[in-house]
């Protein structure tokens, strides 16, 4: 009998990634909540987690058949997510766990505990009683970020005094799309007063680090911790706007060892369990210094395809084994390709319109001469100021997912398939 599976945010292309599982066949898919629900967006619909809570647990409640697992790999529903498995009783990391990825002061706290040579130095904020810029003692540039937020939505680089005024100001009027599901959240669940006090109105202020972008992709199963892949990040140059994720990286194995220990013991002190993460990683080579970046409590959605064109299967594999009460067998590399990529067509303007983009027919053409994958995110005339889900410096107009024989090749035809799709903006701010 097939295994019932809910996924929270399933989505087209999800679905073609869980369906790309080693055994799929013995699982039944079943959409739980819709991506669009769970992609907590600025500009978009505000997210209410009471409503989306109810609607989850109706579908559950009147399912005639078991409900296996509940699985999700969208940054604002792992917490949802999670908080449902705990309700059901299935086989899950902790909320509490879960939120010391999710928030961000309380993660970099947690990190700060075990690895405190490897952590920038940060302070915790309110937005609206903000201290002096001087007061919190970091040296310019760093970071302002609300505690609760999503691909570097609302995250400011503060350069000066200007900048923290700004910042602060923009934070104070749109935070709100971040903290209401998660305050809602922890009104309703049993938390450490130490989780509850802080809330999502917050936000965290940390110093810039430097050095290249990595990623580990593992997970923890029964208190064992393993990590199956390493991605690499590069960055547009001269900017802090990232161009893509790559697998497998270029990083030489005592640092990938380095790595491991230090995510094993930000395991350990926040007792996660039983469900994959990722974590992200600054290496300085000057230095040899490894920073911790960010953590997440999932796998990256980024990496799925990439991943199965280097190992034949998707991560999804490990995500479905370990919910499903399986422990996941490590699998051999034998993908199409020697290395992949999820690359980022993005644009740097102030603001623009989009004047021309390619057909889907257009799309489909492209995709089979090169083998890859295209998510157009733009549509004809739009501005890209209405654009959901951007960084604050840059607008990703196209999503390419494609594998290649070598690195340089790989580039290349990054570079043809951008080329080809022929996405037009006009830059407006360069009219004014």
Known sequence: ??????????????????????????????????????????????MSYEKLIAKAREKLDNHKGSIDAIISFIDPAMLLTYYLCEQYGLKAPSLKSVIYFEQKYLSRKAQKKVLPDHVPSFREVDPFSAPKMSDLELSTPFWLKPVISYGG???????????????????????????????????????????????GKYCIAENTISGSFYTIEGYVCDGKMEVYAFFESPLYKGTSSFMGYVTPSSLADPVKERMIRMAEKIMTEIAYDNAPFNIEFLYDEKSDHIW????????????????????????????????????????DRHGPSNIAAKMYCRVFFEDGIVRHIPSPEAVETIEEEFDARIKIQVEKDQKLSEL????????????????????????????????????VVEDTEAET
């Not at 503060?158 to 923290?164: A, R, V």
């Not at 889900?389 to 290349?412: F, I, P, T």
């Open 1 to 46: 009998m097939k295994k019932n599976v809910f996924v929270v945010g399933q989505d087209e292309i999800n679905i073609q990634d869980l369906k790309n599982i080693e055994d799929a066949e013995k699982y039944e898919f079943i959409p739980l909540l819709d991506a669009a629900d769970v992609r907590l967006e600025l500009k978009g619909e505000r």
């Open 153 to 199: 939505q609302l995250a400011f680089k503060i350069e000066n005094q200007q900048d923290y005024d700004e910042s602060l100001e923009i934070i104070r009027e749109q935070i709100d799309f971040f903290s209401e599901p998660y305050d809602y959240l922890l009104s309703i669940s049993d938390l450490p007063d130490e989780i509850k006090k802080g809330g």
């Open 292 to 331: 911790v970046l960010e953590v997440n409590s999932r796998i990256s959605e980024s990496h799925s395809y990439p991943y199965s064109k280097v190992y034949g299967y998707s991560n999804h594999h490990y995500l479905v084994k370990i919910a499903t009460g399986a422990t996941p067998e490590p699998l």
């Open 388 to 423: 959901q889900g951007q960084d604050s410096y840059s607008y990703s107009v196209a999503d390419v997912y494609l594998g290649a024989d070598n690195e340089n090749r790989l580039y290349e035809r990054f570079d043809r398939i951008v080329e080809r799709l022929s996405i």
